[in-house]
């Protein structure tokens, strides 16, 4: 049914540009009632700051902290910053202002002398510097850090000037360490046949096209021959992890980390696009719309993937170990992402469909056959678990990478299939 109902809203959209102006723009599928439950405003010392709950739990959706990690982080904090900065750009109101102000607070507070990040956050306001997945290093939480920033510098909006000055030097200081990352001279590592360059060995090359992300919005506000050339180096790492052809498995597809490919965080497509258009470079453009045109399809005639890995023996490309499960929301948004960013570039409508079909995994297109989305309350579930079944906790990833996918492709259809 609700396949049924999205197809006939993308419809009425499509249909909606051959009509007369004025006719009312179809109901949105967005509804941020559950992030906005995930959200809640702490204070700590004489600063106030936007959280988000990392976890949810069914069946009445309240907060559960975990004594190891924390009950919010840096993680989801960027990612619910992006959103909400994307939707301020459109649909300015007040409470976005707000939550933009103390997400944005939140990440300051988290920033490490260094000038990276720790991740989680402790009730009562202790940032947790012990967990591994919480130490300011050059990591995950750090970069969607810089990219979330990226985005509030982006904004066009008088009354977030002086938030976006205080901004600018810690994204800086992250430029700096970027620059420091990556040796020309490294070479490459082979991994059962496939040659990875080697600085993308341990950082991933899922890691990096956050980086790129944020650097390809960084460039757009301040452009520097600097930047450039930190873009193009690390794009070009990007481009030596993309294997397959349109008749070789796995068709373009660019690989997280040494020889595996996996489905959350890939986001390497997206990020090319983003610095091919910044820079104008043809080779990132192509390389990132050969994924989306041949790869993507691939993953929907299979159900969706979670991951595999890539070996090479006599010269032939191999798949192994392919899993397709577990299933989640952070699968799915980085190859909507990509989908529409290729759409916006090229104008072919085959993208945009691309990117719809990829969506209708939220409305029951699935292994589960289950709708992972409910418009009606905001929520998304935490994901679809091997047998099949779908775990109905619904916390801040899900909810926020779902909420991020539909924001994306109704943003290219309310601009260019209704009239911009």
């Known amino acids: 049914m609700m396949i049924k109902t999205l197809s006939i809203y993308l419809l009425t959209i499509a249909l909606a540009s051959c009509t007369p102006a004025k006719k009312e723009a179809p109901q949105s599928l967005l509804n941020a009632a559950h992030l906005d439950h995930l959200y809640e405003e702490i204070q700590v010392g004489d600063r106030r700051l936007g959280a988000v709950w990392?976890?949810?739990?069914?069946?009445?959706?309240r907060l559960v902290s975990d004594e190891d990690e924390g009950f919010t982080c840096v993680d989801d904090v960027a990612r619910a910053l992006v959103w909400y900065c994307r939707q301020y750009a459109s649909t300015p109101d007040a409470d976005g202002l707000e939550k933009i102000r103390g997400l944005?607070?939140?990440?300051?507070?988290?920033?490490?002398?260094?000038?990276?990040?720790?991740?989680?956050?402790?009730?009562?306001?202790?940032?947790n510097k012990t967990h591994r997945n919480s130490q300011a290093v050059a990591s995950w939480w750090s970069w969607r850090a810089f990219w979330a920033l990226s985005e509030l510098n982006l904004l066009q909006a008088t009354e977030l000037k002086e938030l976006q000055v205080r901004i600018r030097p810690v994204m800086d200081t992250l430029v700096s360490h970027m620059q420091q990352l990556c040796s020309p001279d490294a070479g490459v590592i082979d991994f059962e046949g496939i040659s990875i360059p080697a600085c993308l060995a341990e950082l991933g090359a899922d890691q990096a096209s956050v980086i790129v992300i944020g650097l390809a919005n960084y460039y757009l506000a301040q452009p520097s021959e600097e930047v450039k050339s930190l873009m193009l180096s690390l794009g070009n790492l990007l481009l030596g992890v993309q294997y397959g052809d349109a008749?070789?498995?796995?068709?373009?597809?660019?690989?997280?980390?040494?020889?595996?490919?996996?489905?959350?965080?890939?986001?390497q497509a997206y990020a090319l696009l983003l610095a091919g258009r910044s820079l104008g470079h043809k080779p990132f453009i192509q390389a990132g719309l050969n994924e989306v045109r041949y790869f993507y399809?691939?993953?929907?005639?299979?159900?969706?993937?979670h991951e595999f890995k890539v070996v090479k023996t006599t010269e032939k490309l191999e798949l192994?170990?392919?899993?397709?499960?577990?299933?989640?929301?952070?699968?799915?948004?980085?190859?909507?992402?990509?989908?529409?960013?290729?759409?916006?570039?090229?104008?072919?409508?085959t993208f945009a469909g691309t990117a719809e079909q990829l969506a209708t995994w939220f409305f029951g297109n699935n292994p589960a056959r289950q709708a992972m989305y409910d418009p009606a309350t905001g929520r998304t579930y935490d994901g679809i678990n091997r047998d099949s079944t779908v775990n109905r906790n619904a916390g801040a990833e899900s909810t926020i990478e779902a909420l991020l996918s539909l924001q994306a492709i109704?943003?290219?259809?309310a601009r260019n299939w209704l009239g911009r």
């Open 104 to 127: 944005t607070e939140f990440l300051l507070y988290m920033q490490a002398e260094n000038g990276y990040f720790y991740n989680f956050l402790l009730p009562g306001g202790e940032i």
């Open 410 to 413: 109704e943003k290219v259809t």
């Open 247 to 267: 008749q070789t498995p796995p068709h373009y597809a660019f690989l997280s980390w040494q020889n595996y490919w996996h489905a959350w965080g890939n986001s």
């Open 54 to 61: 990392i976890y949810c739990e069914a069946p009445d959706y």
């Open 320 to 349: 192994r170990d392919v899993k397709p499960f577990s299933q989640i929301a952070y699968d799915i948004r980085p190859m909507v992402f990509a989908s529409v960013e290729a759409y916006r570039f090229t104008g072919d409508t």
């Open 297 to 305: 399809p691939y993953c929907l005639e299979k159900g969706f993937l």
